[in-house]
Structure formats: C-alpha cells, structure tokens
C-alpha cells in the first residue's frame, strides 16, 4: 500500500546519502594515494601508475619483482604513458628496461602477455640486434627506445 512505498523510499534515500558519504570518503583517499605514488618519482596517467623502487638488476630480476608486487614492468601504450616513464628515467638519471621484448620471435617485439606492441618509440636505427644479442627494450633520458641485451641491469619501474 501507499505506506510500504513511502517507507520503502524513505529507506532507499537513507541508503543513497549513506553512499554518497562512503564514496566522498573513498575519492579524498584516492586523492591521497595518488599523491602518495607520484612521490618522490612515480607517475600517474590515466588509472596507471608507473613507480619505481630505485633497484636496479637484469629484465628477468626486474620482470619477477614487479609481478611480487603485484604489478607489471613498465607498458607504455602511448605517448603519454612512454612521457610518464621518460620522466623517471630523467629523474634518476638512468635507463630503463620496459615490459617488452623480442625472445620468442626476433624482430617481432611483444607485451609480457604476449601481444604485439601497438606503439613504440625507437631510437633512430634502433632495433638493430647489435650482435644478434638484444631481445629486451630500454628507454632513454630522451624517451627513446633501444633494444638491448636483457642480461644488462637496468632501474626498475613498475606499473600497477
Ligand atoms: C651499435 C651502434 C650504436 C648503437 C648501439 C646500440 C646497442 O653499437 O649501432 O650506434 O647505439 O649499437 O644499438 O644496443
Ligand atoms: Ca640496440
């Protein structure tokens, strides 16, 4: 009757400030967190953010501790994403290896899962398989990439 449904809306609007209060509370700790992964030298774009624990070792090393953390080494899927990066790598001043390589098909450069990359930014000359040895892709304080022997040590960024 006409005093379930005034009870059944005033209940339903309860619930919905009760929410709205919940999700204000969960966008200043995601405003928070944000800043916390952007400091000192990780960045965000989009929902992607790409941190770095400043360790330095091979691609192999680096690949298994991003995944430890939950995370994967460094995608960049745009020039955005490669900018984010490329700004670490200025920071510290050092090289870094990204999440993709050319291990199981030379030539044929691919994401950790296996997909073919959909944007890349190769140096000039860049990938030249200097003594048929490079199958890992760094990335430069310029931004560009160079493929590169993956027994190399090189910083570490993760996404997540
Ligand atoms: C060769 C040359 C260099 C180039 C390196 C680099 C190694 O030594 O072509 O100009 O910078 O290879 O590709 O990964
Ligand atoms: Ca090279």
């Known amino acids: 009757n006409r005093y379930d449904k005034f009870k059944e809306s005033s209940l339903m609007k309860n619930q919905v400030s009760a929410l709205q209060g919940q999700l204000a509370v969960l966008q200043a700790t995601l405003a928070k967190y944000q800043k916390v992964a952007a400091f000192p030298s ?58 993709i390589n050319d291990i199981q098909t030379e030539g044929r450069f ?30 430069f304080v310029n931004g560009r990439w160079n493929d590169r022997s993956c027994g190399e040590k090189r910083l570490i960024v993760c996404e997540f």
């Open 42 to 99: 990780g960045r965000i774009v989009g929902n992607r953010a790409f941190v770095t624990s400043g360790y330095e070792g091979n691609f192999d090393d680096l690949r298994q501790r991003c995944l430890q953390a939950g995370g994967q080494l460094a995608s960049p899927r745009n020039a955005a994403e490669n900018a984010a990066i490329q700004q670490i790598v200025i920071l510290h001043n050092k090289p870094v290896f990204l999440g």
């Open 110 to 139: 691919k994401y950790l899962n296996g997909e073919t990359i959909a944007y890349s930014n190769w140096q000039q000359g860049e990938p030249n398989n200097e003594k048929g040895r490079e199958n890992c892709v760094e990335i």
